[in-house]
């Protein structure tokens, strides 16, 4: 299945079906390992809402939510390297379990920058949960990584939240660019 998105075509490569089992899967873990605490679940906007609203309504245990907003990307097909801070926590996080919600890892250095960002703030620890990883892709490693649903090949995607010149991120599904 192939789908145009601005001026580049893109074609299926996780379904739908096959994310909705995994957030499921990863909701379960989460549930399972915050037992008994209420984390606050940290949304990168804005590639992840839609990771962040499926997986929450999986998620059976107390939890709060909140945002952040970083950029790298900038409309193009891939990292300017350079980070775009646009909005920060509200919230008091100082002792408090936190699980960054990305919807991919690829170099790491966005995610990397956020988590020094928020030790300052003496978080009780700092967990990410990604929707998509890049291996080969990553410069720095992100050890705190710890909840991923797929791992793709360094392929530019689209769709489940992800945009190209801020469309496509309605995609029912990840779509890989094609050529």
Request: with cysteine; charged share 25%.
């Amino acid at each position: 299945m192939k789908t145009q998105v601005a001026d580049l075509t893109f074609e299926l490569s996780i379904p739908y079906s096959s994310i909705e089992k995994r957030v499921t899967e990863i909701a379960t873990h989460i549930s399972n390992d915050y037992s008994g605490r209420v984390p606050v679940m940290v949304g990168i906007l804005s590639g992840s809402f839609l990771f962040l609203a499926d997986l929450v309504k999986q998620i059976e245990i107390p939890i709060e939510v909140t945002f952040a907003k970083l950029a790298s990307y900038y409309g193009g097909t891939s990292t300017t390297r350079k980070i775009r801070d646009d909005f920060d926590l509200t919230i008091d996080i100082k002792g408090r379990d936190i699980i960054l919600v990305e919807d991919i890892v690829d170099t790491g250095n966005t995610i990397h920058y956020l988590i020094e960002k928020l030790k300052v703030r003496e978080p009780g620890s700092v967990t990410v949960c990604t929707l998509l990883l890049k291996p080969k892709a990553l410069e720095r490693a992100v050890p705190e990584l710890k909840y991923t649903g797929f791992e793709l090949p360094n392929d530019f995607v689209v769709g489940y939240g992800l945009d190209y010149k801020e469309l496509g991120r309605n995609l029912k599904g990840i779509f890989k660019k094609v050529g």
